[in-house]
C-alpha cells in the first residue's frame, strides 16, 4: 500500500479480525518495498497478498509472488490499471473486496524483458519514452497522460528495428513496438485486443512508421478496439523474440520504464502466477 488515506482506514475497517479476517496491512516506504515485503509474505505462506495500488504497485507484489503458491489480489487504485481491467476486476473499492472474499483462483502467465517480469505490456519505442515523460509528472491521471502523450508525439522520431520470431528475421521502422500478455496498456486502451493471459504466448505489435498523420487516425483505432485491424499494424505471436536496436534507450514494462541496450530479449512464462479474479461463469 502507499501512503495512508481514507481507503486504507476503510480497509482497515473492512479486513478486521470482528469480520473474520487475520490481515496484515502494510504501508510502502520506498521504491523496492512491496517487492521485498511480498516476497516475505510469500516465504512465510500466506493465503493472499493483495496490492493496493496501480500498475507499479502491481508488478512489485506479483515479481515477488512469481512460481509460489501464494495468490495475489488487485484493489485498483492507480491512473491505468491495465492488469485489474484486463482481469476484469472492479475498480469499485466495494466491489473489488466482494471478488476478493470469492477466493476465485486462476493462474496467469507473465513475460520477461531482458529478465525484467511484467504481466501486462512492455515493449520500446514511444510508449517507452512517454512512461519516461510520465512518470515523471507530479500529478497522475489520464488527462495527466493525455497531455504528455501529445508533448512527447510532436518531438518523437521512429527508431529502426531488427526483429528475430521462431527463427525468422524481420527489418521495420517502427513508432513503436509492444509485447503483450494481456490486452491493454491501462485505461482500457487496447493495443493487443486479441491478447490472452492464459494461452502460454505473448502478442507483438509492430506499429509501422508513417506520416503523423496516419499514426494519428491509427491510435483513433485504439479506442475501438480496433488496432489490430489497421494496415499500419503488424501482428505477431509467439513464446520468444529478439529485438536489436541502434542505440540503446527506455524500455516500459507494466507502466514502469528502464534504460536497456541495444539487444533485447524477451520470452513468456506460462501458468507463472496464481490470482484471485472474479468468476465470469454466472
Same mark, same amino acid.
Given at each position: 500500500?502507499?501512503?495512508?488515506?481514507?481507503?486504507?482506514?476503510?480497509?482497515?475497517?473492512?479486513?478486521h479480525p470482528q469480520n473474520g479476517w487475520l490481515a496484515v496491512f502494510h504501508y510502502t516506504t520506498g521504491p523496492n518495498d512491496a517487492f521485498e515485503t511480498s516476497l516475505r509474505y510469500r516465504e512465510e505462506l500466506?493465503? +493472499?497478498?493483495?496490492?493496493?495500488?496501480?500498475?507499479?504497485?502491481?508488478?512489485?507484489?506479483? =515479481?515477488?509472488?512469481?512460481?509460489?503458491?501464494?495468490? /495475489?489480489?488487485?484493489?485498483?487504485?492507480?491512473?491505468?490499471?491495465?492488469?485489474?481491467?484486463? +482481469?476484469?476486476?472492479?475498480?469499485?473499492?466495494?466491489?473489488?473486496?466482494?471478488?476478493?472474499?470469492? /477466493?476465485?483462483?486462476?493462474?496467469?502467465?507473465?513475460?520477461?524483458?531482458?529478465?525484467?517480469?511484467?504481466?501486462?505490456?512492455?515493449?520500446?519505442?514511444?510508449?517507452?519514452?512517454?512512461?519516461?515523460?510520465?512518470?515523471?509528472?507530479?500529478?497522475?491521471?489520464?488527462?495527466?497522460?493525455?497531455?504528455?502523450?501529445?508533448?512527447?508525439?510532436?518531438?518523437?522520431?521512429?527508431?529502426?528495428?531488427?526483429?528475430?520470431?521462431?527463427?525468422?528475421?524481420?527489418?521495420?521502422?517502427?513508432?513503436?513496438?509492444?509485447?503483450?500478455?494481456?490486452?491493454?496498456?491501462?485505461?482500457?486502451?487496447?493495443?493487443?485486443?486479441?491478447?490472452?493471459?492464459?494461452?502460454?504466448?505473448?502478442? /507483438?505489435?509492430?506499429?509501422?512508421?508513417?506520416?503523423?498523420?496516419?499514426?494519428?487516425?491509427?491510435?483513433?483505432?485504439?479506442?475501438?478496439?480496433?488496432?489490430?485491424?489497421?494496415?499500419?499494424?503488424?501482428?505477431?505471436?509467439?513464446?520468444?523474440?529478439?529485438?536489436?536496436?541502434?542505440?540503446?534507450?527506455?524500455?516500459?514494462?507494466?507502466?514502469?520504464?528502464?534504460?536497456?541496450?541495444?539487444?533485447?530479449?524477451?520470452?513468456?512464462?506460462?501458468?507463472?502466477?496464481? /490470482?484471485?479474479?472474479?468468476?465470469? =461463469?454466472?
Amino acid at each position: 500500500m502507499g501512503k495512508k488515506s481514507s481507503l486504507v482506514r476503510r480497509l482497515e475497517g473492512i479486513f478486521h479480525p470482528q469480520n473474520g479476517w487475520l490481515a496484515v496491512f502494510h504501508y510502502t516506504t520506498g521504491p523496492n518495498d512491496a517487492f521485498e515485503t511480498s516476497l516475505r509474505y510469500r516465504e512465510e505462506l500466506y493465503d +493472499l497478498v493483495v496490492a493496493v495500488g496501480g500498475d507499479g504497485t502491481v508488478n512489485q507484489v506479483a =515479481c515477488a509472488l512469481l512460481h509460489s503458491p501464494v495468490p /495475489m489480489g488487485i484493489i485498483p487504485a492507480g491512473s491505468g490499471n491495465g492488469l485489474a481491467r484486463h +482481469l476484469h476486476i472492479p475498480l469499485s473499492v466495494t466491489k473489488a473486496i466482494e471478488v476478493l472474499t470469492q /477466493m476465485n483462483i486462476s493462474t496467469i502467465d507473465s513475460g520477461e524483458i531482458n529478465g525484467q517480469p511484467f504481466f501486462c505490456t512492455a515493449g520500446v519505442g514511444f510508449d517507452a519514452s512517454l512512461a519516461n515523460r510520465f512518470n515523471k509528472l507530479s500529478t497522475r491521471g489520464f488527462a495527466s497522460y493525455l497531455i504528455a502523450s501529445v508533448k512527447e508525439f510532436v518531438q518523437y522520431r521512429a527508431k529502426k528495428y531488427t526483429l528475430t520470431i521462431d527463427n525468422q528475421t524481420f527489418d521495420y521502422h517502427a513508432f513503436l513496438i509492444t509485447f503483450a500478455n494481456c490486452s491493454q496498456w491501462g485505461n482500457n486502451i487496447m493495443i493487443a485486443p486479441s491478447a490472452d493471459e492464459k494461452d502460454g504466448l505473448l502478442d /507483438m505489435v509492430v506499429w509501422k512508421n508513417k506520416s503523423k498523420f496516419s499514426i494519428l487516425l491509427t491510435a483513433t483505432r485504439l479506442l475501438f478496439r480496433r488496432i489490430d485491424r489497421s494496415s499500419h499494424i503488424k501482428n505477431f505471436c509467439g513464446t520468444s523474440f529478439t529485438l536489436i536496436r541502434e542505440q540503446e534507450g527506455w524500455v516500459h514494462f507494466d507502466g514502469e520504464h528502464t534504460w536497456m541496450g541495444k539487444t533485447i530479449h524477451i520470452g513468456s512464462c506460462p501458468t507463472a502466477l496464481k /490470482m484471485v479474479t472474479p468468476c465470469l =461463469c454466472q
